[in-house]
């Protein structure tokens, strides 16, 4: 499903629901395979439509067990380290666009 957004450069734009059911909008930064799971790296976005300086959101991929549609939900990871791991990965490819911060 694709939404489009006039005048602005929106395409890597992704808008989850949390727990109280509020629209909270991300951008994607990557996708990365670990163990053949895949795992999204999002940085969450201002009500400003401004980029949040701080941490990510590392998620993993599941299907959905839909097979009509090629829907793909997004599941918090509790295993720590999964989630060093997966970023790991994503600042050794991107560590010449980001300056990060341990």
Do not use: A, C, H, R
Not at 26 to 46: A, N
Not at 84 to 91: C, G, H, L, Q
Request: net charge negative.
């Amino acid at each position: 499903m694709e939404e489009n957004f006039e005048g602005e450069e929106l395409d890597n734009i992704v808008v989850l629901n949390d727990e109280e059911g509020n629209e909270v909008k991300f951008e994607f930064l990557d996708l990365v395979e670990l163990d053949d799971e895949e795992y999204v790296v999002l940085l969450p976005i201002t009500e400003e439509g401004e980029e949040e300086e701080g941490e990510v959101v590392i998620l993993k991929v599941e299907d959905t067990d839909d097979e009509e549609s090629d829907e793909e939900s997004y599941v918090s990871i509790e295993d720590e380290e999964i989630l060093n791991k997966v970023f790991e990965m994503f600042k050794e490819k991107f560590k010449d666009d980001f300056d990060f911060v341990d």
